[in-house]
Structures are given as C-alpha cells and as structure tokens.
Nanobody, 124 residues
Framework: QLQASGGGSVQAGGSLRLSCAAS????????VGWFRQATGKEREFVGT????????FYADSVRGRFTISRDNAKSTLYLQMNSLKPEDTAVYYC???????????????????WGQGTQVTVSS
C-alpha cells in the first residue's frame, strides 16, 4: 500500500515536497514514480525512479524544476517541486511497479500499485 502526502496550495514560483511511503513493504527492486491528473484531463507522467540504481526519468514539462529522491531506510519516495506554475495544479499520485521495461516508464498502466493521490494547487 502506498500513502502519498504533502500536497497543498502555493503561489506560482513556490515549492512543495510530496512524499510517498510504502506500508508493510520496501521499494527495493521497484520502479516508483509520480503521475498527475488535472481536472478534465488524462493522467500524465511526471517522473520516476529506479529504486536500486536511483536512476531518474522526468517528463519534459517538469525537468529542471522537479526532483525525485528516496530515503531507503524510510521506504519513502519524494517529489521536490520548485518553481511551480499554475499548470502544475493537479492531483498527484505515486505508483510502483515490480517489473517495467524502459519504454513503459511513462505509461500509467505499467504500474500495478497506486497511492490515493494528493492535491497540489498553484495560484497565479
């Protein structure tokens, strides 16, 4: 079970850090990532991290502003979001996959485990 937290409301240019904690398991060997869904839009890929190697991959829309990191001891994934824009407003979900090929890293259906989502609102 994944538990996402840390959402809130900020003004444009501000920062937030989201957390995704694994309950009852570790993320070792998993690919763990973030997706978001704005009202009326489809869920979109934000970024992902291969837990063991710490390799990260980002959507073009967030690269350079968002950073994914992890705390292995806490089995927690983080999404540091800087220079937030109104278009970043969405519900953010963390997701995990035990086995995923590189070409599917940005495909939501490739992730079997999902958190409940946390709302991020960025005002102009």
């Amino acid at each position: 079970q994944l538990q996402a937290s840390g959402g809130g409301s900020v003004q444009a240019g501000g920062s937030l850090r989201l957390s995704c904690a694994a309950s009852g398991r570790t993320f070792s060997g998993y690919t763990v990532g973030w997706f978001r869904q704005a009202t009326g839009k489809e869920r979109e890929f934000v970024g992902t991290l291969k837990w063991n190697s710490r390799h990260t991959f980002y959507a073009d829309s967030v690269r350079g502003r968002f950073t994914i990191s992890r705390d292995n001891a806490k089995s927690t994934l983080y999404l540091q979001m800087n220079s937030l824009k109104p278009e970043d407003t969405a519900v953010y979900y963390c997701a995990a996959s035990a086995s995923i090929i590189h070409s599917n890293l940005a495909v939501s259906s490739a992730y079997a485990y999902w958190g409940q989502g946390t709302q991020v609102t960025v005002s102009s």
